[in-house]
């Protein structure tokens, strides 16, 4: 008898799900959908799609939460705020978005994975691009990595959650490097260096030497908002094809200071190989 109620304890504590395989607070994935431009790229807007599960502790042996998916678009560049930059319904506002949420049910079902049945719930923005429909899919902590594989009837891909958290500094330094060499004679090496070809960034160059006579000295720059990425079109992805690709970046808003006016702009940063890199700039 005692064996017995031994060897169902064990069985118990072997398919009780371990403190570090239950899914808990906030994860995040965030990617660059596209880049929209209009009027021979004089108007661009970035349109972000942000990704969030937000878990509550465990009940019983299962978990529920909120899921969020946030699709919104963010002007980027000067020229990109004039009044004469009209985007096309459905999207006609800048900085147009839809958010959906939905409410989650979460429980352990083999080898550290958790199945979620997610149910809509009301959303909010100002655009009615996708529909919130009911979803399940499975979960697992691996690492620091929260990994999201939908069912197999599903055609969306795997994703990768993060916690959040400070982008890291070595991004920051990255985007004040470019800048600053940008206003200290090296405007053909930073320009060429984002694989724009030579009379475009000879045209931008000029124009740049041009606007600094007007604005003054260049003093400092200040970021507005730092987005993390977890995935960027094919354009910021050397040897891309097709579709976001996975890659650690981080999306800058930012404000450069002058002697005479501040001028707003806006950068990608990426990581590769461990160092990180402007791919974009606009400013």
Request: a neutral charge.
């Amino acid at each position: 008898m005692g064996s017995r109620i031994a060897l169902g304890i064990v069985c118990a504590l072997l398919s009780s799900p371990r403190g570090s395989d239950v899914p808990q607070g906030e994860w995040h994935n965030t990617g660059i959908r596209t880049v929209e431009v209009l009027q021979d790229g004089t108007c661009l807007r970035v349109w972000l799609e942000e990704r969030a599960y937000s878990f509550g502790s465990p009940t019983n042996g299962a978990v529920a939460g909120i899921y969020r998916n946030v699709v919104r678009a963010v002007p980027v560049g000067p020229p990109s705020f004039r009044e004469g930059c009209v985007f096309p319904a459905p999207a006609s506002n800048p900085v147009a978005s839809q958010m959906r949420a939905w409410e989650f049910a979460a429980k352990p079902v083999d080898e550290g994975a958790w199945l979620v049945r997610a149910e809509p719930r009301p959303g909010s923005g100002d655009l009615r691009l996708f529909e919130a429909e009911e979803f399940q899919t499975k979960v697992r902590v691996r690492g620091d990595r929260l990994i999201d594989t939908p069912s197999s009837t599903d055609d969306t891909p795997r994703l990768s959650f993060r916690r959040p958290g400070a982008p890291p500094d070595g991004a920051r330094a990255a985007l004040d490097d470019a800048v600053t060499r940008l206003h200290q004679g090296k405007c053909l090496e930073v320009l060429s260096a984002l694989g724009h070809d030579a009379d475009r960034v000879t045209r931008v160059c000029d124009l740049r030497r041009r606007m600094d006579d007007l604005l003054g000295r260049y003093v400092s720059l200040s970021v507005d908002q730092a987005v993390e990425l977890d995935a960027m079109p094919p354009e910021f992805n050397r040897g891309a094809t097709s579709g976001p690709v996975a890659r650690h970046g981080v999306f800058f808003a930012f404000i450069g200071q002058y002697e005479k006016e501040r001028i707003p702009g806006n950068a990608v940063v990426a990581e590769e190989g461990g160092q990180w890199r402007v791919v974009a700039l606009w400013f």
